[in-house]
DNA sequence: AACGCGGGGGG
DNA sequence: CCCCCAGCGTT
């Protein structure tokens, strides 16, 4: 990695700085600098774009606008409004993360970096940018955007999958930092990565960094940050029947080991004496990071009786047609029951 | 250090 | 079909 000199660090920083106060994007988030709210918005953001977050964001703090509201609802009503967001355990440690804070910090949200570590489901960078964010703390939040333009901007060729990546480039970043403003300098370099420097295609053009850019000199800005391939695809088949009687469906909650934690699927498996009458199955593909789901699911519909008969059986649950939304399906089920629902009206 | 964990969007 | 994304927890 190329070396910068002392007084160089001072003016990246504050160049980046400059361009943000332009050019900065307004994100709901950014109205408050409370910490609740930076807490939920980072944590939302976690592995997920903006775009998809941002309306997430809104519904969720319009219904758990504090703390204690958090705490105190239940992981089934918190699951709802993370519906279709994927990685599920960040709601129920946000859940968890709420009573926390309301048993231990008696409601107040903790202001001390090791104290916001200790929260289920806050690691590192989460810690770091409330920490700099909400209470100016001069730490930096190493996340993916930062590794890039940090990467192409000194040509580090660090691969950023291992440990010893982390702590060079917060150093790094650390020294770039005007600390005046660590929350500011986080947030820019946050809306550099997603906005210019991106992954395919960065706009150097209108760059703030391009000076001194040692990626961009050479037009090898693609090449970085450097990361160790992924693992290969794999294929997994999955079976379920969609059991009814025309006015109600039967479910299961899902455990909360693997995929799609607690939330509810139909059932896996059917008594023999029902096999020959299964409708036309329907299949569905599904496609994950690093697996695709092959999915099949079977209709059979049964007389109310029958249907009560099976709802006897241990952890099914019976759902009225015009109770399903009061439930978390993952997407591909969720799509199934929109079209079994909306074809019949 | 490696893996599991979702879902949406882009080329 | 591949890639990417305001990461974290577990093993």
Redesign the pocket.
């Known amino acids: 990695m190329e070396g910068l000199e002392k007084p160089g660090y001072v003016v990246w920083g504050e160049k980046l700085l400059e361009w943000y106060r332009a050019n900065q ?1 307004d ?1 709901l ?2 109205e408050r600098k409370d910490p609740y709210r930076v807490w939920i ?3 939302i ?8 977050g941002a309306p997430y964001f809104e519904r969720f703090v319009q219904r758990f606008p504090t703390v204690e509201s958090l705490a105190t609802a239940s992981a089934e009503e918190v699951l709802l409004y993370w519906k ?7 709601a129920l ?1 946000l859940h968890r993360a709420a009573q926390k804070i309301l048993a231990e910090f008696g409601g107040n949200f903790p202001t001390e970096y090791q104290q916001i570590l200790s ?9 770091s ?1 409330i920490s700099s964010i909400a209470f100016s703390q001069p730490v930096a ?1 190493v ?3 930062l ?2 333009v940090l990467a192409r901007f000194f040509l580090c060729s660090v691969d950023i ?4 990546a982390y702590r060079i480039f917060s150093e790094l970043a650390l020294k770039l930092m005007p600390k005046e403003w660590p929350g500011e300098f986080n ?1 820019a370099m ?2 550099v ?2 906005s210019v420097c991106k ?3 960065p706009l150097c053009h209108e760059c703030p960094l391009r000076e001194g850019c040692l990626a961009f000199s050479r037009g090898t800005m693609e090449e970085y940050p450097v ?7 794999s294929t997994i088949s999955m079976q379920y029947y969609f059991v009814n009687d025309g006015l109600s469906y039967i479910i299961q909650q899902r455990s909360e ?5 607690r ?1 509810y699927e139909f059932p896996t498996e059917i008594e023999q004496k029902y096999q020959d009458r299964l409708l036309a199955p329907e299949i569905l593909q ?7 789901l092959n999915i099949r699911i079977d209709a059979l519909v049964l007389s109310t009786w029958e249907l009560e008969q099976w709802s006897k059986k241990e952890e099914s649950i019976v759902v009225p047609y015009t109770e399903s939304a009061g439930y978390s399906y ?3 089920l969720e799509r199934y029951l929109e079209k079994w629902l909306g074809s019949r009206s």
Request: charged share 25%; glycine share 8%.
């Open positions: 994007r994100l988030w950014r918005s980072e944590v953001l976690q592995q997920t774009q903006v775009r998809q279709g967001l994927g990685y599920y355990s960040r440690n929260l289920p489901g806050v690691g590192p960078y989460t810690a940018a939040a996340d993916t955007n590794y890039r999958s291992t440990s010893g947030q946050m809306d990565g997603a992954p395919l295609a990361k160790q391939r992924k693992t290969k695809v080991k693997s995929i799609w934690k939330l599904h496609r994950l990071s690093h697996r695709v993952p997407r591909p």
